[in-house]
């Protein structure tokens, strides 16, 4: 009793943190990194944050003897004073190109930097301000381009000065930190007449004549494309042959730097080192209750509870071991409410389906995990078995998941005192019929229009029909066995495909 007492004690105790951990407010599950140094997270909270920086893409390192973060739009760069700056990314050595990805931008233009006003000259902030009102206008060629709107309004009161204090010359200072001065004259993209271009020395303002949105490109994630070779578009690729930075991320080599001469003083080890993610889905939920079974005394057992319990525990452990766990339902509910996400005029479990691919979708997950346990009419049959999906360009990596999970569940199973029948990893076309696939494991097909973007399975560790299976359900150190199982195969799923 005693025992029971203290462990209570420990299992009120331990959640709290884990919580607070997992709703870590400087970590993005959008790109897996978080902004956990200091002077890196105040200057982006107090300069407009995600609006203005986008998602972190790496992690601090050292480039070019410096102390660096790249984000989508910005590199913020940390001075050997502690104090952080913007890199100007579109400068000669970082990004000066012109075309990426199908879009071509203004170059900067000789004339325009001619007339720029020096830095240091007396007077400077206000000539620069003058400089940005008439290079950056707000209409041009009668179009409501927004230019200048969109420089002024980068950095708001609030978050700049969040003791109320608002200083608005200092407020505009800070733009001006963030876009630095015009480059270019608007231009129109050559290939799209939609689209009106500004250069300015730390990024490309982008007008969309069909929204009538202005923003920032993604451009400083292009400058991590360069370094990785990773999602570098072609005409990219080809102008940025030459750069220093081209290819230079291996982590084979000493401080990740293929070519050290090219990149003196820089360490990319850690550049981009992520968490890996998990999507842990609990089957059913809600009025849907997947698999029953009464037992004699009366008591029912369900599956959408199962599932719940054995997911949660999962997701706690694999935050034990370093892995970002999300899960898809916390509650005895359903995702979606009354959406047809399917657009198919109906509202049904389907739609319930897509809600749960487009979350693990949305964050980017690097696996889906799909909790369930089994049930058919046949109450004699029993075992471990997991599903995935052929027809898939990451079908390799699906086997993987389900051979280690298969064979993880079925040896947790063991240790925990409960042989079970192995009844192997199993592709779901051998069971559903030629062609036809799970709807959180298949490719797009008529039925699913939006299909997961990540390898999967679905496990089902124990049967919920048969008696004996049941009765071992209903005992916690199997549920803890089942959730340690899948637990240890997703370590070693990613220690064979390490995520970068
Ligand atoms: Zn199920």
Redesign the pocket.
């Known amino acids: 009793m005693l025992c029971t007492l203290v462990l209570g004690v420990l299992a009120l105790a331990v959640p709290a943190s884990r919580a607070a951990a997992q709703e870590n407010a400087r970590f993005y599950p959008q790109t897996g990194y978080t902004i956990a140094d200091g002077a890196f997270w105040d200057f982006f909270r107090q300069r407009g944050g995600l609006r203005t920086f986008g998602y972190p893409v790496s992690n601090p390192f050292v480039l070019s003897g410096f102390r660096v973060q790249i984000f989508q739009r910005e590199i913020l760069q940390q001075q050997p004073d502690g104090s952080v700056t913007m890199m100007n990314i579109l400068d000669e050595g970082l990004m000066p190109y012109t075309r990426i990805n199908g879009s071509t931008f203004p170059a900067a233009d000789p004339e325009v930097l001619a007339r720029q006003p020096q830095v240091g000259a007396p007077d400077y902030h206000v000539k620069a301000l003058q400089f940005v009102k008439d290079y950056a206008p707000d209409m041009w060629q009668g179009l409501k381009v927004n230019f200048y709107q969109t420089f002024a309004n980068s950095v708001r009161a609030q978050e700049a000065f969040p003791d109320g204090r608002v200083s608005p010359g200092l407020l505009l200072g800070f733009n001006l930190e963030i876009w630095g001065l015009p480059t270019s004259k608007p231009a129109f993209d050559p290939a799209n007449a939609g689209f009106v271009y500004l250069r300015f020395q730390r990024g490309i303002m982008h007008f969309d004549t069909s929204t009538g949105t202005t923003q920032g490109l993604l451009l400083a994630d292009y400058v991590k494309s360069i370094l990785t070779l990773r999602t570098l578009p072609p005409d990219l690729d080809s102008q940025a042959r030459g750069s220093p930075l081209y290819g230079q991320f291996d982590p084979r080599m000493v401080s990740s730097v293929k070519q050290p001469r090219d990149l003196p003083a820089s360490d990319l080890s850690d550049a981009f080192r992520r968490e890996p993610t998990v999507m842990v889905d609990a ?2 939920g809600g009025r849907e209750t ?2 029953t079974y009464k037992f004699p005394d009366g008591s029912m057992l369900m ?1 959408k509870d199962l ?1 719940l319990k054995v997911a949660t525990r999962l997701a706690e452990l694999l935050r034990e071991g370093g892995i970002n766990a999300m899960q898809s339902r916390t509650a005895d509910s359903q995702l979606n409410g009354s959406r047809d996400l399917t657009a198919d005029g109906k509202v049904n479990l389907s739609d319930e389906l897509q809600a749960r691919v487009d979350r693990a979708n949305e964050m980017r997950a690097d696996l889906l995990v799909s909790v ?2 089994n ?1 058919v009419t046949d109450a004699s049959r029993r075992g471990t078995q997991v599903f995935y999906a052929d027809g898939r360009p990451f079908v390799d990596r699906n086997r993987a998941l389900a051979e280690l999970t298969q064979s993880h569940l079925v040896k947790a199973l063991k240790e925990a005192g409960y042989e079970t029948i192995d009844r192997k990893a199993t592709v779901d076309t051998i069971v559903l019929g030629h062609g036809a696939h799970y709807f959180l494991l298949g490719p797009a097909s008529e039925h699913v229009k939006r299909p997961t973007e990540m390898p999967g399975i679905i496990g089902e560790p124990l049967f919920v029909t048969n008696p004996d299976d049941a009765n071992a359900l209903r005992q916690d150190r199997i549920q803890a066995a089942i959730a340690r199982g899948y637990a240890e195969a997703v370590k070693a799923y990613f220690k064979q495909f390490p995520v970068t």
């Open positions: 089957g059913h997947g698999a599956e599932n369930h346990f049930g």
